[in-house]
């Protein structure tokens, strides 16, 4: 079975900086593009940054510019660094293969709060 594990997440305060990570199983990433994801209480899940096998990378407006993806393919991992976070970042954070999702995992909570 494939699994997402999403690590990484807590705490931290507006201007602050967090890397998240995601390790899985079942998959082949040096053929699939990741992403993650976010979403908030009462809000739908939105997209976040995208990265190619090959490792070229696209951002949601309101975080280009601020996160980072990134990936260690023969791990199986992926990274999200996150700079100047803001309030409006808060959310469960997941990771997937993309654009053809896979199981969802527990995702990992970041809180942006003074």
């Known amino acids: 079975q494939v699994r997402l594990v999403e690590s990484g997440g807590g705490l931290v305060q507006p201007g602050g900086s967090l890397t998240l990570s995601c390790a899985a199983s079942g998959s082949m990433f040096r053929f699939q593009s990741m992403a993650w994801y976010r979403q908030a209480p009462g809000k739908e899940r939105e997209l976040v940054a995208t990265i190619t096998p090959g490792g070229r990378t696209n951002y949601a407006d309101s975080v280009k510019g601020r996160f980072t993806i990134s990936r260690d393919s023969a791990k199986n991992m992926v990274y999200l660094l996150m700079n100047n976070l803001k309030p409006e970042d808060t959310a469960v954070y997941y990771c997937?293969?993309?654009?053809?999702?896979?199981?969802w995992g527990q995702g990992t909570q970041v809180t942006v709060s003074s």
């Open positions: 997937n293969v993309h654009p053809d999702g896979l199981d």
